[in-house]
């Protein structure tokens, strides 16, 4: 099973200032097939279910503001926020999803502000 | 609109059996995977197992299979997960989740229920 590990577990950021989440697979993630790799980025508020921010590593869902942006390939995947707002203090998560299950999430990364 | 109702939060005692619910409406039911991911108090998600309710193929993870089982009842748009014996580690939240695409299984989340609180407890 792919085995998925985010760094760091927590983060303080000044509002305004840029976060960095980074997330690695203990295999590549990119499909050759269709030259895609298969890694998303969800948010969690306190008693929320998560929201799917990112696909496809790089993809913004619907409605996600601008700021939010997933970069890398293969094995070693960022989340970036460019500058932090106070409604983005939350726990975020990558979730690979390729080819069969199970597919895991990482441990998770705290984000607040500093 | 697409949602995902789930049942209402749960206490039980350790070696009772539950099955909780997942309602899907908005959507062709059949045509979707459902997942369920468990929260534990405090920790991050984890990826139980996956149902098709078209034809009730259904994948686990290793570290969930043979502690409980995922069904559905397309005819009333509803998928499950039950366990036989409780332990007190089943404490948790569980949530169902649906991908964005009919009938591809390796794809993300788009739309997540509210979540089912168990507890188990002597």
């Known amino acids: 099973d792919i085995v998925m590990s985010q760094s760091p577990d927590s983060l303080a950021v000044s509002l305004g200032e840029r976060a960095t989440i980074n997330c690695k697979s203990s295999?590549?993630?990119?499909?050759?097939?269709?030259?895609?790799?298969?890694l998303a980025w969800y948010q969690q508020k306190p008693g929320q279910p998560p929201k799917l921010l990112i696909y496809?590593?790089?993809t913004r869902y619907s409605g996600v503001p601008d700021r939010f942006s997933g970069s890398g390939s293969g094995t070693d995947f960022t989340l970036t926020i460019s500058s932090l707002q106070a409604e983005d203090v939350a726990v975020y998560y990558c979730?690979?999803?390729?080819?069969?299950?199970?597919?895991?999430f990482g441990q998770g990364t705290r984000l607040e502000i500093k | 609109e697409v949602q995902l109702v789930q049942s209402g939060a749960e206490v039980k005692k350790p070696g009772e059996s539950l099955k909780i619910s997942c309602k899907g409406s908005?959507?062709?039911?059949?045509?979707?995977?459902i997942a369920w991911v468990r929260q534990m108090p405090g920790k991050g998600l984890e990826w139980m197992g996956i149902?098709?309710?078209?034809?009730?193929?259904?994948r686990y993870s290793p570290s969930f299979q043979g502690q409980v089982t995922i069904s559905a009842d397309r005819s009333i748009n509803s998928a499950y997960l039950q366990w036989t014996s409780l332990k007190a580690s089943d404490t948790a939240i569980y949530y169902c989740?649906?991908?964005?695409?009919?009938?591809?299984?390796?794809?993300?989340?788009?739309?997540w229920g509210q979540g089912t609180l168990v507890t188990v407890s002597s």
């Open positions: 989740a649906r991908p964005g695409a009919p009938g591809a299984l390796g794809l993300p989340f788009d739309y």
């Open positions: 908005g959507y062709d039911f059949t045509d979707y995977w």
């Open positions: 149902i098709y309710p078209g034809d009730s193929d259904t």
């Open positions: 295999r590549s993630l990119l499909y050759s097939g269709n030259n895609k790799n298969f």
């Open positions: 496809w590593a790089s």
């Open positions: 979730q690979q999803y390729y080819a069969t299950p199970p597919y895991s």
